[in-house]
């Protein structure tokens, strides 16, 4: 049974760079699409990006400019970078598997398998 | 962007309601929505696929339809346990969730 399980700091301060990674047991990482999504309280989730193992990626147009994700597939981990944040940054982080490969293309899938979530809160 | 949209934002029903919420695409995103359940402090999990195909062990009671920009999720005998959150979400280009519907009982 495939987990994922995110990780890193639950406070923030504005303007500094948000991190977090998730790892991954019960399956490689490889062959798939990863994402990470937020929800802010009382609101729908919103996709943030998602990466493949090449360290292919695809970003939210909204949030772009701030994000950068990563790979490591040596640690079967990936890893998310939000920079310049704000008290709107705040939310729960997940990170999540599309139940889809690899296509080469632009091809989305549903997320079938999610981390349980980590609360990120940006505040001075 | 495509931009989601989803009514009733909450209702109350009985147990063994039929319950029907509906999801509005900005643009024809064929049958590319997929329905998600999320109960409090858990994350959402997929029910729906490709606007009506039901996942691998979610029960029967649930279902969904539609095409283009209208789309239809229906829990045909409200349970108590499907008191959640429910979201639609395109995968047409990138991903959009939409606001959710929350149902509670009467």
């Known amino acids: 049974q495939m987990q994922l399980q995110e990780s890193g700091p639950g406070l923030l301060k504005p303007s500094e760079t948000l991190s977090l990674t998730c790892s991954v047991s019960g399956g490689s990482i490889s062959s798939y699409y990863w994402s990470w999504i937020r929800q802010p309280a009382g609101k729908g989730p919103e996709w943030i990006g998602r990466i493949w193992n090449t360290g292919r990626t695809n970003y939210n147009p909204s949030l772009k400019s701030r994000v950068t994700m990563s790979v490591d597939m040596s640690k079967n981990q990936f890893s998310l970078k939000l920079r310049s944040v704000t008290a709107a940054d705040t939310a729960v982080y997940y990170c999540?598997?599309?139940?889809?490969?690899?296509?080469?293309?632009?091809?989305?899938?549903?997320?079938?398998?999610w981390g349980r979530g980590t609360l990120v809160t940006v505040s001075s | 962007d495509i931009q989601m949209t989803q009514s009733p934002s909450s209702l109350s029903a009985s147990v063994g309601d039929r319950v029907t919420i509906t999801c509005q695409a900005s643009l024809d995103i064929g049958s590319y929505v997929n329905w998600y359940q999320q109960k409090p402090g858990q994350a959402p999990e997929l029910l729906i696929s490709d606007a009506s195909n039901l996942r691998t062990g979610v029960p029967s009671r649930f279902s969904g339809s539609g095409s283009g920009t209208h789309f239809t999720f229906t829990i045909s005998g409200l349970q108590p346990e499907d008191i959640a959150t429910y979201y639609c979400?395109?995968?047409?280009?990138?991903?959009?969730f939409g606001p959710g519907t929350k149902v509670d009982l009467k």
């Open positions: 979400q395109q995968y047409d280009d990138l991903f959009t």
């Open positions: 999540a598997r599309e139940a889809g490969h690899y296509c080469g293309g632009d091809c989305y899938f549903p997320f079938d398998y």
